[in-house]
Antibody, heavy 121, light 113 residues
């Protein structure tokens, strides 16, 4: 079964840091670009970041550029998102997601169940 | 960035009736070399992650009922549910994956009238 499982969320103070993980199973992780998407409570979906199959290319939304870093460990089948200089507006459920097929951009399927990050003093 | 705008923001439809959700992109998401529209539709139920319903603007995902259909090209797209069922109540999002950032529409909340 193709599966993505996020972890690492929690409560952090403004200005703090957190590292999210996404463990992948059931598919050849190293063959897929991977993405992070977030959703603030009661709000819509916002694309955050993507990383290439070998980790050499990364892209970020302007709202997180310079503060968040995406990385991956293909030997461990794990995707990461390092969140630094956190702000209240970063409070959200963070999802990792995989394109439906490899090789070209595509819709996201599957998604993980999400991990909640709360930035609050 | 490509801005995705959905209409309406919310929609109430009677069971068995047709539901139509529109999505407009600020620039074309039709890739000229392969004639494909880089547009997806998702359904999200409360407390759950989104689920891919339609990719490439009109390709229904495996397991998605055939009452769901997608249409449109370039900048204007539509998700249609031909005969609304109770389990279709959800928020629906369009997304472009033509160029990063892969932006989503603001969502359309679909309810039973």
């Amino acid at each position: 079964e193709v599966q993505l499982v996020e972890s690492g969320g929690g409560v952090v103070q403004p200005g703090g840091s957190l590292r999210l993980s996404c463990a992948a199973s059931g598919f050849t992780f190293s063959s897929f670009w991977m993405h992070w998407v977030r959703q603030a409570p009661g709000e819509g979906l916002v694309w955050v970041s993507r990383i290439s199959t070998d980790g050499s290319s990364t892209t970020y939304a302007d709202s997180v550029k310079g503060r968040f870093t995406v990385s991956r460990d293909n030997a461990k089948n794990t995707l990461y998102l390092q969140l630094n200089s956190l702000r209240a507006e970063d409070t959200a459920v963070y999802y990792c997601a995989r394109p439906r097929i490899t090789g070209i951009p595509d819709g996201f399927d599957p998604w993980g169940q999400g991990t909640l990050v709360t930035v609050s003093s | 960035d490509i801005v995705m705008t959905q209409s309406p923001d919310s929609l109430a439809v009677s069971l068995g009736e047709r539901a139509t959700i529109n999505c407009k992109s600020s620039q074309s998401v039709l890739y000229s070399s392969n004639k494909k529209n880089y547009l997806a539709w998702y359904r999200q139920k409360p407390g759950h992650p989104p689920k891919l319903v339609i990719s490439w603007a009109s390709a229904r995902e495996s397991g998605v009922p055939d009452r769901f259909s997608g249409s449109g090209s370039g900048t204007d797209f539509t998700l249609t549910i031909s005969s609304l069922q109770a389990e279709d109540v959800a928020v629906y999002y369009c997304q472009q994956y033509y160029s990063p950032p892969y932006t989503f529409g603001q969502g359309t909340k679909l309810e039973i009238k």
